[in-house]
């Protein structure tokens, strides 16, 4: 089987809260399902829904803990 691989910017930027739960929520099946998901964003309410969080500080990533 070959490996997949879903990379999303800032996926719910434009979205009110209910449509981000949305796709949050077919997203995490996505992960649980069928695929990797890498997520980069600045929203604060999609963490809940991640394995692993990361941070980026001045050119730096380091894990942030997560849900």
Do not use: K, Q, W
Not at 18 to 31: E, H, I, P
Not at 45 to 62: F, I, Q, S
């Amino acid at each position: 089987t070959s490996s997949r691989l879903f990379t999303l910017v800032e996926p719910t930027g434009d979205l009110d809260a209910t449509s981000t739960t949305m796709v949050m929520r077919l997203l995490r099946n996505v992960a649980d399902e069928t695929a990797a998901v890498l997520i980069v964003t600045h929203d604060g309410d999609t963490l809940p829904y991640a394995d692993r969080v990361y941070a980026m500080d001045a050119g730096r990533l380091t894990p942030a803990g997560g849900a």
